[in-house]
């Protein structure tokens, strides 16, 4: 990668102008680094309500539109929907541009693939963006791990109810996509929004070498599942073991300001923990982050914990990075392919009855047609299974029934 640092402002263009765009535009408001060239959209409505943030911004219906207007972009924040993230950001980086991808990158490793493929082709950045890792309470929380304040992480939990009264107002086309998702076996728990969940662990605690799980189905209304009640456990390469459990509470009234989302991390050490209490919504009203040891617990009143800042401060360090070519992106595209990984791991051992997988041993093929749509997998058993299961396909088959 050749990548040279901008001495200048970024000329950035927002490809997708939907609900999220709402959030990650706080990166970019008011940000010297950045200045923001053009909106793409389809929707016709959607340009005209956000061009009241960019007045000076250009408009397109489409990338390819924007390519050849002959307006220079040097980055695009790519907010599609997840079904076109493969195409639209290998078409993308063929137009030379950078991309800042909103996660999950896409729906499998063929995917993948190709779009780091066309990175390194492109000689551009491909980052998968990840806010959470910008959450206040989260960095903190990482931080008393790594400082041995609450002795040496023996084991870590997360949790996570969706439920369905409170929060922001979604249209429903955002949702209609998420259906088409669900349909392909990438639901809106364990693998959308479930993806920041994933990032977080390895984030914290490093790579993964098994993973356990148990995925639920909730049918809510005609053609609407929601993968839960989902279990899902692993264990990272260092020997700490994670848990995360998943559950919809639908009558359950949730104060949140984006999405009804409750959410708690909680890092057990040798000699005390520390709990991040809530994250997207504001379920427990207690300080964000608590620290427990040697008896007293210390409680975190003062910390960013408004969700919505995780986005500022991603953008933030990503249009920043474009200035200094330094230091972590936050995330990768090979960083994201391993939370791809984990979360593939994460159904393939649901659909063979919750044996352990290595992520790092999925391997995806693509045969016939009905195949590449059914996305099969090869699953090897982390520990040797391999006699009792009979070979490798015995997740393939399940996984194409999802
Ligand atoms: N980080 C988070 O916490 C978080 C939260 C919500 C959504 N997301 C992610 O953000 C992305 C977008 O989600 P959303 O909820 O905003 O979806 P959305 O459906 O509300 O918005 C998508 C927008 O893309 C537009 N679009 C469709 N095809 C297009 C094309 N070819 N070119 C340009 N624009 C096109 C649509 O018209 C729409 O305005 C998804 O990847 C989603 O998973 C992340």
Redesign the pocket.
């Known amino acids: 990668m050749t990548f040279v640092p901008y001495d200048r402002p970024v000329r950035a263009a927002f ?7 709402d959030l990650n535009v706080r990166g970019y408001l008011g940000n010297p680094d950045v200045e923001v060239v053009a909106l ?4 016709e409505d ?1 340009r005209a309500q956000r061009q009241a943030d960019w007045p000076e911004a250009a408009t397109f219906a ?2 390819a539109e924007l390519a050849s207007s002959g307006l220079e972009v040097d980055a695009v924040e790519v ?4 079904p ?2 493969a195409d ?1 950001v290998v078409e993308m980086l063929g137009f030379g541009w950078h991309v800042n991808l ?3 990158m896409c729906n499998d490793l063929l995917d993948a693939q190709r779009m780091l493929d066309a990175a390194k082709t492109s000689d551009r950045i491909l980052r998968v963006m990840d ?1 959470y890792l910008f959450y206040e309470p989260l960095r903190k929380l990482k931080a008393v791990a790594e400082s041995g304040e609450i002795g040496q992480t023996v084991g870590y939990h997360m949790k996570m109810v969706g439920t369905g009264n409170g929060g922001w107002d979604v ?1 429903w ?2 949702f209609e ?1 998420q259906m088409e998702q669900m349909k392909r076996g990438r639901g809106i728990m364990v693998f ?1 929004d479930g993806w ?1 969940k994933l990032t977080t662990a390895i984030w914290l605690f490093g790579p993964i070498r098994e993973v356990r799980a148990w995925i639920g189905n909730l049918a809510v209304g005609p053609g609407i599942d929601l993968d839960a009640p989902s279990t899902i456990i692993w264990e990272h390469e260092n020997g700490v073991r994670g848990v995360w459990d998943i559950t919809i509470a639908m009558d359950m009234y949730l104060r949140s300001d984006y999405y009804t989302n409750d959410e708690r991390w909680e890092v057990t050490g040798s000699k005390g923990f520390a709990r991040v209490n809530r994250c997207t919504g504001r379920g427990i009203q207690q300080p964000s982050l608590e620290v427990y040891a040697d008896g007293e617990m210390r409680s975190y009143h003062a910390l960013d914990d408004d969700w919505a800042s995780s986005f500022r401060d991603s953008g933030r360090h990503w249009l920043r990075w474009l200035h200094s070519g330094d230091g972590p992106l936050l995330w990768s595209g090979d960083e994201a392919v391993d939370v791809l990984r984990f979360a593939l791991a994460a159904y393939a051992s649901s659909a063979s009855g919750g044996i352990g997988v290595d992520p790092a041993k999925l391997v995806q093929t693509r045969g016939t047609p009905a195949q590449a749509a059914s996305v099969g997998f090869e699953v090897r058993p982390a520990h040797d299974l391999a006699g009792s299961l009979d070979g490798l396909d015995a997740g393939e088959d399940v996984l194409q029934a999802q």
């Open positions: 490809i997708g102008l939907g609900r999220i765009y793409v959209d389809p929707s959607r489409s990338a907010l599609l929907p997840v076109l993230h639209g909103q996660k999950p806010n249209p086309s955002s996509w959308d920041h």
